[in-house]
Each structure stands twice: as structure tokens, then as C-alpha cells.
């Protein structure tokens, strides 16, 4: 079987579920090999591959590979299509996914498929396009096929791989470092699962009124261990960070549960959650636009229906 | 400060939007085409930057004969002149062979700083800013809330998962924006009428150094295998809260096994 190469994603050493997913995958179409950029790639980290499937962990150990935007990670990947011929490259469908992709596919001079939500045999991607209106099958047709996967697209499933480490030196060259990072700035965060990955997501909208009244979203999304999002209504007036932000300018999430409360449904926020398996809507207004794909929607204040809802889903643990 | 802004026309999202059952491209004749609403952004973050720097703003699209609209639109905002790279060949293009034609005008028209929207609305594939970059060897400075130009010197503050990336280069540079960034001004009566008189240069392939081999659906790098609309979503259970609205939806989503 040939060889798939998959980025990993992580943060602070600890591997994003979406990885896992791209494991899965991977496994059915051939041999994955996870590629790891930058430090932190412990004993934890590479059991964890290993347990989902990973035969080998390519490792570029380097601060040098996360320091500069992008094109360091891509300039990794690149190498390793040459070194290593591999069937496929996967990485996960998220901003700075894609822009990795992107960067690879013009310097391995392939094909990319970017947004798929699905891989079947000779790599064809399912994508689902114009807000959800059209399915699409689509392949890379030249080079080596470089697909970005959605979070969520399919569940990750465990299977052991041998997991052998190989390290990759590596020194970005000089155009692959023009854009440094000086600064990162951590934004709050908590406990919560981050919002693309997330099973489960509670998005609150103007309706919730205020920063404060957030509490009341939180809570819910709380009693369901779920993830909180918010419509630009609601990080535009600073009640919610922007990376918390579901649409089109914010992240696509594709969760199995989506909860919409106090928010209109307009074409920008549902083009970032319009494939979410369930929606449930709550909103005042019968004539909202978001109730036209809910599967399940009360027409009603948030501020009793929501901590009704909570109070119930605690009742009932 | 030379100053190009990528605007593409996409469709109007609020129309239904097609793919085009014999070549399986978007169907862009059958719908009304409008300035990407992230390239408003750009527009305006261009005309900031240069009234804070002088300099000039250019419009680049690459688009069929229809784009001119939209292209006026941008000119209305204020951008000085344009450029619209239009040629046949270029119908069906994929992300490769977009962001090689237009990284070939980009180095025809010459800048110091590029800036585009950092998706599109149709396509969304959020990929033609890196790959610009990386075609013109120039910094990747995307994905950015706000800009800050200082002589030769450039920083960003770059959205992330967590927060943000504050991220310096040095001019020429390729900058995407999110919609947080500024809020882009309407076209003003006198901004309208003065587009109408400001110069629009029309750019065919050859004129842009760009091989006709390399471009088109025929040079694509992915093809559209099959397509099909999307089975509607079945209509769902919309209840109206009389006291008990949150103990309902707690019971749809016990029957659905969340809780
Ligand atoms: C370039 C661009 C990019 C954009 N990107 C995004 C994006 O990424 N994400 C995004 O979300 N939007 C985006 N938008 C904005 C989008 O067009 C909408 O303006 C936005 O989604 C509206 O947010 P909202 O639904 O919270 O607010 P509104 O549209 O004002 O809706 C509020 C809703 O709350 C309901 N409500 C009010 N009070 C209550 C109550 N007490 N109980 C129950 N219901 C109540 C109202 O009935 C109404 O339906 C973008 C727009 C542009 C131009
Ligand atoms: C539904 C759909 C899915 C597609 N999926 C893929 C795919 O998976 N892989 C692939 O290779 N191609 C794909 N394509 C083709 C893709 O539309 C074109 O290659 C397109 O030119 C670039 O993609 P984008 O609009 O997504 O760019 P994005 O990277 O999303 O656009 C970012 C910015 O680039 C600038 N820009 C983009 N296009 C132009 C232009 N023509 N003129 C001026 N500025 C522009 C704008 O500033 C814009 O805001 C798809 C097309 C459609 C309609």
C-alpha cells in the first residue's frame, strides 16, 4: 500500500482530534505517515498517532518551522512528497490548513481540493458547495492530490501503526521566512472543546443582548460538554471573541449538534454550519430565516427558553 | 506606496447559485454578479492606506467581460484605475492556474503591497493569497484585523485558533483581510460618476506573459467528477414556546440520543 502523508495539528503538544480524523482516513486508502512541525512532539504524542494508525511520525523538531507564516510547514511537506513520493497529502480543512495546502500545491505543482468532506478510493472528495445547496465529487487530476479535510467529517477510530519516528532536519529558506511571527496572543480560551471539532456547538447571536448575557449560552453549552460560537452580530459588539466567530469570514463548523439561539440565519452565518448533522433553533421570530433548516426550532424568549432547556438537560443526566 | 487589490465578481449569495451541467463550472451568466464582499474590505483598507501614505490603488480582476460592473464598483470607492485580465482561455480556471495568471499580471503591473479578501464566497477555497505569496516570492502576510505600513516595514495582526499572530515583513508584501479590519464605505454620487471617466486596462493573456497551455479547464489540476444538488433538508419541528419550549426541545433531544 503507498503512503499518505497527514500534517498533524497541535497545540501545546496536544494533537487536535481533526488529526485522528485524517488517520482514519488515511488508513482506508493506503499507509498514513504523520508529519509533525515544530517542537513538542513527545512519547504522548507519538503513542497517540501510533494508536491511530500512523506507521511512521515524521518529526522537524524546530522552532524555526512554526516561527514564519506558513510557508516553512509547506516547504516540510514539499520536501517529503519528494523524498518520499507519497500517494496523497492530507491536511485538515481549517484557515491555516488550506493555506498550507495552498502553498504546497504550487510547489509540488499539484492539484488541490480544498473544504472536502469526505475521501473515497483514487482520492475523490466529497465537498458540499453554495451553502450546502450542491454536493460535489472532485479529484486532483495531476501532481500528487493535496486534499484539506474538514473537522468532523468522519469519526476517528483507532487502529494500531507501527508509529516509527524518522526526524527531518530542516533550515526554512530565506523566502520561507519573510513573514515572522513576533508575537502570539493568547485570547481567552477555558475548558471548553474547541469550536471546530467540537461534537456539539452553542451559538448565540444579537438576541443574547450583551457580553454578560453570554453566561446563559455558556451554561447551556456546558451541560452538554459542547463548544460556544457566535454570529459576527455578536463578536462585532465585542460580547464574544472573534475566533469564536461562525460563517463565512469565521469558522466553518460541521458538528453533530448545532444550537442557534437568537440568531437570524443569515446566508454569511449558515455558509459556516449549514452541514451540521442537527440544528436547533431558538428565536423570537417566526419568520427567521434559520428556522428553514432547523430540525427542530421554538419560537420563543431565549432568556426562558435556554435556561429551561439547561435546567431539563441537567435534570435528566 | 503601489497598491494592487484583488476583486473578484462572484454571484450575488442571495441568488441560487449553479454549476453548469456541460462543463460543470459555476454557471456565472445566470446570476448577478457582485464585488466579493471580503474585497470590499480590501478596497477599503487600501484606500486607507493610501491616504495615509499617498501612493495609488489599482484593481485587479480576472473575470469574464461581465466583471467590468463590479470593477466600476471598486473604481466608485475610490481606487484609481484598473486592470481586468479577461481572456477565454481562462474560463474554468482552477486555484493553480488563477493564482498563476494573475501572479503574471501582478508582476506586469508591478506593487509594493497586494491585498485581497481572504476567501471568496463562491469558491471558498481561501487559497489564492498563499499561493500569490508564494508565487511572487513575497511575505505571506494574511489573514489579517489590522495592517500597519511604517516606511518599508509592515505588521499585521494575523486571526489564529487562539487569538491572533502579530507578524512583521518587509515590503512588497501579499495581505488578506478579514471583515474585521474596517467597515468599507459606499460609493459617494461624485466616487460614482468619476468611475465612470477613470481608466480601465484590459489585459488578454498574451499581454500578461501567460501561457494559454497552462490555464483553462483543460489545464485544470482537479476536475468536478459529478455534482448533484443537495437533497433538501426534511422539514423540520417548529414548536411555539407556551412555558414549556426548553422542556420540548430537552425531549427532541433525548429522542435524537444527545442527552
Ligand atoms: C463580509 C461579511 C462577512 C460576514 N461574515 C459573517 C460570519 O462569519 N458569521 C456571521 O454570523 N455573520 C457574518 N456576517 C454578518 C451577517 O450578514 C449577519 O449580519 C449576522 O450573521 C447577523 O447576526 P445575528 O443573526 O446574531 O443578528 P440579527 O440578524 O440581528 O438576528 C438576531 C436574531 O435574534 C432574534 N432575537 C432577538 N432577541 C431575541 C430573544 N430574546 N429571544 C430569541 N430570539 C431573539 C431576532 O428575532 C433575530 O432573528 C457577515 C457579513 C458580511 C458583509
Ligand atoms: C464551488 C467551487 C469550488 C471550487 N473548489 C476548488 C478546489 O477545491 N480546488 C481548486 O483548485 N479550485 C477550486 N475551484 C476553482 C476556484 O474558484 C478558482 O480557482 C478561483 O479562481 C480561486 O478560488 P477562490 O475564489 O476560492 O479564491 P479565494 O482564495 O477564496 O479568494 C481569496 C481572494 O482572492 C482574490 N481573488 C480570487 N479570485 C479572483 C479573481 N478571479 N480576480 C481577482 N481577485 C480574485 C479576491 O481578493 C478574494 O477575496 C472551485 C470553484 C468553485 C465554484
Known amino acids: ?317 | 506606496m503601489n497598491i494592487v487589490v484583488c476583486v473578484k465578481q462572484v454571484p450575488d449569495t442571495a441568488t441560487e447559485r449553479k454549476l453548469r451541467p456541460d462543463d460543470k463550472t459555476l454557471d456565472r451568466d445566470a446570476v448577478d454578479g457582485v464585488v466579493n464582499e471580503l474585497d470590499e474590505y480590501a478596497v477599503e483598507e487600501a484606500l486607507r492606506l493610501k491616504e495615509a501614505h499617498g501612493g495609488e490603488v489599482t484593481v485587479l480582476t480576472m473575470g469574464p467581460a461581465k466583471a467590468t460592473e463590479t470593477i466600476r464598483k471598486a473604481l466608485a470607492m475610490g481606487a484609481d484605475k484598473a486592470v481586468h485580465l479577461s481572456d477565454d482561455a481562462l474560463h474554468g480556471s482552477d486555484a493553480l492556474s488563477t493564482s498563476y495568471a494573475m501572479a503574471q499580471a501582478l508582476k506586469k503591473i508591478g506593487f509594493d503591497l497586494v491585498i485581497l479578501g481572504s476567501e471568496s464566497t463562491d469558491a471558498r477555497t481561501g487559497v489564492l493569497a498563499a499561493m500569490l505569496a508564494e508565487r511572487l516570492g513575497a511575505p505571506q502576510l494574511t489573514l489579517a484585523r489590522k495592517v500597519e505600513v511604517n516606511g518599508s516595514a509592515i505588521a499585521i495582526e494575523r486571526i489564529t485558533d487562539y487569538g491572533y499572530d502579530k507578524v512583521e515583513a518587509t515590503l512588497p508584501a501579499v495581505v488578506s483581510v478579514v471583515e474585521k479590519i474596517n467597515e468599507p464605505r459606499y460609493p459617494s454620487f461624485k466616487g460614482i460618476m468619476a468611475a465612470k471617466k477613470k481608466p480601465v486596462e484590459a489585459l488578454g493573456i498574451a499581454d500578461a506573459s501567460v501561457d494559454a497551455s497552462a490555464v483553462g479547464l483543460a489545464a485544470a489540476y482537479s476536475e468536478v467528477a459529478e455534482f448533484a444538488a443537495a437533497p433538501p433538508r426534511a422539514a423540520g419541528t417548529i414548536v411555539k414556546d407556551e412555558g414549556d419550549g426548553g422542556v420540548k426541545a430537552a425531549d427532541f433531544l433525548a429522542s435524537k440520543k444527545f442527552i
Open chain 1, 1 to 317: 500500500m503507498s503512503e499518505i502523508l497527514v500534517l498533524v495539528e497541535h497545540v501545546d503538544g496536544e494533537i487536535k482530534k481533526v488529526t485522528l480524523e485524517l488517520l482514519t482516513l488515511a488508513r482506508t486508502l493506503g499507509e498514513p505517515s504523520a508529519v509533525w512541525a515544530g517542537p513538542g512532539c513527545g512519547d504522548a504524542a507519538k503513542a497517540k498517532l501510533a494508536e491511530y494508525g500512523a506507521d511512521k511520525i515524521y518529526v522537524a523538531d524546530s522552532d524555526e518551522v512554526v516561527n514564519y507564516v506558513v510557508a516553512p510547514k509547506a516547504e516540510l511537506l514539499a520536501r517529503l512528497v519528494a523524498d518520499k513520493s507519497p500517494a496523497a497529502v492530507l491536511v485538515a480543512s481549517t484557515i491555516e490548513g488550506k493555506e498550507v495546502a495552498g502553498r504546497l500545491a504550487v510547489k509540488t505543482d499539484s492539484g488541490v481540493i480544498t473544504d472536502a468532506v469526505g475521501l473515497g478510493e483514487g482520492f475523490v472528495a466529497d465537498q458540499s458547495i453554495f451553502g450546502g445547496g450542491v454536493n460535489v465529487r472532485s479529484r486532483v487530476t495531476k501532481g500528487t492530490p493535496i486534499v484539506a479535510v474538514r473537522p468532523n467529517s468522519t469519526a476517528p477510530v483507532a487502529a494500531a501503526g507501527a508509529g516509527a519516528e524518522e526526524k527531518v532536519e530542516v533550515a526554512p529558506s530565506e523566502a520561507a521566512r519573510a513573514a515572522k511571527i513576533v508575537e502570539r496572543v493568547k485570547e481567552e480560551k477555558g475548558a471548553r472543546p474547541e469550536l471546530t471539532e467540537a461534537a456539539i456547538v452553542v451559538s448565540g447571536g444579537r438576541g443574547v443582548g450583551s457580553a454578560e448575557n453570554f453566561a446563559i449560552i455558556e451554561k447551556l453549552a456546558d451541560s452538554l460538554g459542547a463548544a460556544v460560537g457566535a454570529s459576527r452580530a455578536a463578536t462585532d459588539a465585542k460580547w464574544y471573541p472573534h475566533q469564536f466567530q461562525v460563517g463565512q469570514t469565521g469558522k466553518t463548523v460541521s458538528p453533530q449538534l448545532y444550537i442557534a439561539a437568537g440568531i437570524s440565519g443569515a446566508i454569511q452565518h449558515r455558509a459556516g454550519m449549514q452541514t451540521s448533522k442537527t440544528i436547533i433553533v431558538v428565536n423570537k421570530d417566526p419568520e427567521a430565516p434559520i428556522f428553514e433548516i432547523a430540525d427542530f426550532g421554538v419560537v420563543g424568549d431565549l432568556f426562558q427558553v435556554v435556561p429551561q432547556l439547561t435546567e431539563e438537560i441537567e435534570k435528566r443526566k
